[in-house]
């Protein structure tokens, strides 16, 4: 296993971390948590230290199932990473109630790596509104928390004003070469980076997009390369090879694919990227970003519609959709999405929007569409 160091808190972590909300599923749609429990420990076996976790994953089953597998000296092996569901606490009592129940869930006595779960505009003020920040710092002096540190789901300049708003000791971006220019993006991570905070990166493979209904022109491309390499092969080595990347997290749900991912991060050459190799990535993102149907950049200057649609997300995920191969998670994070909000279906066609999008994209058009390949 290759290893990396969180500069400011000097905790050496594996390079791949274990993310803990996807794992095998038993006939009846229950988790098998036996299965479970033996990957989390062939995990922590190959040399894997970091274990990511959240009070919302599988319902809270993923914290319990941790909680097991650590069991029989596996504890004292890795570094636990559970965060603060912000915008499901009630109140500062129901905030502390959700602290205590990861710890119970956990059942241990201290979270190493404690992370303000998805950090952006509405669940920010709600940090600030229920007083989190001093909770979490009364928690590490007592000993439950070793280290306070954030995920993050907003615009860069947005990750600029809470890199500096308080002493973090590490934060978590997403990031993939897709990704290179969405939310902190490359810029967040170097800015982070030049400031001592150690960076985790979440969806390395964006969900499974990038290794599943490869697209036929993109793998081409591919197969165009020198030396071949599987598609997760190229977007690990493409994060690898910035040393700004502490550790990578990677949500593996089989045997077979933490073997493949552990084989690939301890391969030789993993932080070693040609000029032609990031040519040939840059190639491919080109590819897929001209495989996107409808050019939306998100200006918002369509909103807002009188049925409440949020129009430029509703275009991001048909887009991805239609790029990513029609790939079966997108529709599942589509309908996950749609039930706290209004569907594509809801489009009653005023063509209020289009008339004030600078794009002149056929929005409604696209709406019809969405709801047709989403079926809802
Ligand atoms: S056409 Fe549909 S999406 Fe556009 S403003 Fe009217 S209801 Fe909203
Ligand atoms: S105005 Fe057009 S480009 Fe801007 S967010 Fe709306 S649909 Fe997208």
Sequence with gaps: MKYRTFAKINEKVSLLGMGAMRFPEEKDGKVDENNAVSI?????????????????????????????????????????????????????????????????????????MYLVHSVNVPNWKRVKKLKLMPFLEEMKKKGKIKHIGFSFHDSYEFFEEVLDDYPWEFCQIQLNYMDKNIQAGIKGLKLAAEKGIGVIIMEPLKGGRLTSAIPPAVQKLW????????????AFKWLAEMPEVTLILSGMSSMKQLEENIRIITSDDLTILTDEEKKLINKVSDE??????????????????????????LLEYYNEWNTYGQNPSTKMEYIDWVAKGRHASDCIGCRKCEKKCPQNLPIVQALKEASEAFGI
């Design 40 to 112: 989390i420990r062939a995990a922590i076996d190959s040399g894997i230290n970091y274990i990511d976790t959240a009070y919302p994953y599988l319902s809270g089953q993923s914290e319990v199932i941790v909680g097991k597998a650590l069991k029989n000296g596996y504890r004292e092996k890795v570094l636990i990473a559970d965060k603060m569901p912000i915008w499901l606490a009630k109140d500062e009592n129901h905030m502390k109630e959700i602290f205590n129940t990861q710890l119970k869930r956990l059942d241990t006595d201290s979270i190493d």
């Design 223 to 234: 197969d165009s390369a020198e030396t071949k390499r599987s598609p997760a092969e190229w």
């Design 288 to 313: 897929y970003n001209r495989l996107i149907k409808y050019s939306c950049t998100g200006c918002e200057y369509c909103l807002p519609c009188p049925q409440k649609l949020n129009i430029p997300d």
